[in-house]
């Protein structure tokens, strides 16, 4: 890819040299409000008139300081309210969009989340970084591409973090749900939700390849937004001392970055031309890098996905 983009290009930058793929478009993103990665995406992308951007939050007034900026630029909104700790919600938002005869969507952006939250359960009973972050994403998406809402030659990109290679090993596989609490770690927890949206890029890649709907997972790096509500002054010690010994001695920047420098690798993942063949990547400053080997496993994609299925109760082929 080309050397301008890396860790300190903005969104503003990404969307101007991407305009021409964005006019036009239909895109989704999960996770707006002020404040927020998927909010500042909206309003970046929306620089470029898409044809229409679907907004989603867990209320309508989440959405609504969003959705005027963004029909103050000239461009068209839908809203989905929807709550990601709810599989019943997810269906019911997802059978909303499906409703819309006149939309078919270019891009999915997943930017919900949350993290290092204390211990609870989703309203179905999962441990709630993994209900939310992973599982809700993968029906919601998975409904969406079932109704043939998605275009072929579209996009779906999965926000993850670098914290899937350095917090926990990955999936813990028998015991996902931290023996419901007795054995919980919020940051391993965090990490191994972080390492199933890797997962899903990979597994969406492959199982979508016949309709040429591509798949990227990405890090926004390391940003000060509300997604770190639930942490204290200490456990932001603590986590970037897991970073910084993680990462010596190589030369990924360790710095904090603007929210508009956050968003500058989603919209590269969603748009860039220059990564179609890297179908399934993961992208780190706006670059496709390696991902942990337990992230980028198609046999661990496929479990991860067989497993998913059995939790939301609904089998995917595509």
């Known amino acids: 890819m ?46 470029a008139q898409p044809k229409l951007i679907i907004l989603h939050a867990r209320s309508e007034d989440k959405i609504a300081p969003i959705a005027k900026e963004v029909q103050g630029e000239g461009v068209p909104t839908k809203n989905v309210v ?41 309203e179905d009973g999962f441990e709630q970084q993994f209900g939310i972050n992973h599982l809700s994403h993968f029906l919601f998406t998975n409904l969406l591409l079932k109704a043939g809402k998605v275009a072929n ?25 931290f023996s419901d609490g007795a054995k919980y770690d919020k940051y391993e927890s965090y990490g ?14 492959d199982k979508l390849k016949s309709n040429t709907i591509l798949s990227f997972s990405l890090t926004p790096g390391i940003i000060n937004t509300n997604l770190g509500r639930h942490q204290s002054e200490d456990d932001i010690a603590t986590l970037m001392k897991h970073v910084q010994n993680a990462f010596k001695g190589t030369p990924t920047n360790l710095e904090y970055r603007t929210l508009s420098q956050g968003i500058s690798t989603q919209i590269v993942a969603a748009f860039s031309p220059l990564i179609a063949d890297e179908n399934g990547g993961y992208l780190v400053d706006c670059q496709i890098r390696p991902a942990a080997p337990y992230a980028s496993s198609l046999e661990n994609a496929n479990r991860l996905w067989t497993l998913s299925e059995d939790m939301v109760g609904e089998n995917f082929s595509f």
């Open 192 to 205: 191994q939700s972080k390492t199933a949206n890797v997962l899903y890029s990979v597994a969406l890649a």
């Open 82 to 122: 929807m709550d990601l700790a709810s599989l019943a919600s997810v269906r019911k938002a997802a059978e909303t969009v499906i409703s819309w005869s006149d939309v078919k969507i270019d891009v999915i952006i997943n930017c919900a989340g949350v993290m290092a939250t204390p211990y609870g359960k989703t």
């Open 2 to 47: 080309a050397d301008k983009f890396d860790w300190s290009t903005t969104g503003e930058e990404a969307v101007q040299e991407f305009a021409s793929l964005i006019t036009g478009k239909t895109i989704l993103i999960t996770g707006v409000a002020s404040g927020s990665l998927g909010g500042a995406a909206a309003l970046a992308l929306a620089k």
């Open 153 to 177: 030659g579209g996009r779906i990109v999965n926000v993850s973090s670098g914290a899937h290679m350095i917090l926990g090993k990955g999936i813990r596989w028998d015991d996902i749900n």
